[in-house]
């Protein structure tokens, strides 16, 4: 991928806007596995993933000539953004997911287009919360679509 795509800029984008929750201590571009997660100092925690997937393509013409090359694209790209937390009363985490979820949320809807990079614009909350005492982890997807030309992603 190039480092400066439409689909990296948005990523970055993306990171960047988690940054300014206040609750938020580590917002990093992929996903830990478990035994990274364990070796994270409990100070950096909440820990935010953000990992994008490829983008799914829907070409365009620019023009009603069948035999047209395709110069347009319109993209979808599906970012996971993953919340982890360390939980001391096993009786609040469901409180803690709303409140994360909530601020998550609001940041993303605070600016849809992230800097005027993508056309729309919406969050998809995964239904399953994970509680592997003292950790929990819930993702919210985010599915922006963007314009693009032939140059790349």
Avoid at 3 to 20: C, V
Avoid at 52 to 61: H, I, T, Y
Avoid at 85 to 96: A, K, L, P, S
Avoid at 125 to 144: D, R, S
Wanted: charged share 20%; aromatic share 12%.
């Amino acid at each position: 991928m190039a480092e400066n795509s439409i689909r990296e800029q948005i990523l970055t984008a993306q990171r960047t806007a988690l940054l300014q929750l206040q609750w938020a201590r580590t917002v990093k571009r992929g996903r830990p596995d478990f035994n990274q997660l364990s070796s994270i100092p409990n100070t950096q925690f909440p820990f935010i993933s953000v990992t994008g997937s490829l983008p799914a393509a829907q070409p365009k013409r620019d023009t009603r000539q069948a035999y047209a090359a395709y110069t347009k694209f319109i993209s979808t790209l599906r970012t996971d953004i993953i919340i982890y937390d360390v939980i001391y009363d096993n009786d609040r985490y469901d409180e803690i997911v709303s409140s994360r979820a909530d601020d998550v949320w609001a940041k993303v809807y605070e600016d849809p287009s992230f800097g005027n990079l993508c056309l729309s614009c919406f969050v998809e909350p995964e239904p399953v919360v994970g509680v592997w005492i003292p950790y929990l982890a819930f993702k919210l997807v985010v599915v922006t679509t963007y314009h693009h030309g032939t140059g790349g992603i």
